[in-house]
């Protein structure tokens, strides 16, 4: 099994170390994993970003960090669209970037200054590739996913004083979406969610 405390990017972790607490959340790690399997499947990717542990940071920090970097020239459009919409220049294909079939809105350097942080949040996730594999509605819209997994984890000394649980779901085909939370106070958290979908299912044998 992989080793998901260090897997998690530094921000989370900042957050988890050192944030206070807050409301929200659901009552077990399946609930919110469930959640966030629901809103893929109704393609509402914007409700993923809600369902993190936003009261461990101050709100507008995120905003107010990217409204400095894009004013300062850290973050430019020029470097953020081959990979979000792709440029066959710098090697990114169409089909390989975040947005290979334009549906998220953001099209230009106006769009991606003026995009949500759940909007910006769900491309990262990889949640708008999605678009691009074969046989969507089957195998998104209309697919059930099945718990097939669901594990708590209980922190080591000297490491977060939460624990954290990955919920593994998949469909017939073979496709997984697998959500890691956070507990606090009692309450669980998406913190990060990952979607394994192959662009396009495997041929069966073809002998009879």
Request: proline content about 5%; aromatic content about 10%.
């Amino acid at each position: 099994m992989r080793n998901t405390w260090k897997l998690l990017p530094l921000a989370v972790l900042a957050v988890m170390l050192f944030g206070c607490g807050g409301g929200g959340g659901t009552a077990t790690p399946d609930d919110v994993a469930r959640a966030a399997v629901k809103a893929v499947k109704s393609e509402s990717f914007d409700d993923l970003f809600n369902m993190q542990p936003l009261h461990l940071q101050d709100s507008g920090y995120a905003e107010a960090r990217r409204e400095y970097r894009i004013k300062e020239g850290y973050d430019r459009w020029k470097d953020e669209k081959p990979f979000i919409l792709g440029d066959k220049e710098k090697g990114i294909e169409a089909k390989d970037a975040q947005d290979p079939e334009e549906k998220s809105g953001i099209k230009d350097e106006d769009t991606w200054k003026a995009a949500s942080q759940a909007r910006l949040f769900a491309l990262k996730q990889g949640c708008y590739k999605l678009y691009n594999i074969k046989k969507f509605e089957d195998r998104v819209t209309n697919a059930e996913f099945y718990m097939v997994r669901s594990t708590i984890m209980t922190p080591k000394d000297g490491e977060s004083e939460r624990r954290m649980a990955v919920v593994r779901f998949a469909n017939i085909y073979g496709d997984r979406i697998e959500v890691t939370c956070l507990e606090d106070q009692g309450l669980w958290y998406m913190v990060d969610i990952d979607l394994s979908f192959p662009e396009e299912l495997p041929k069966p044998p073809e002998d009879k």
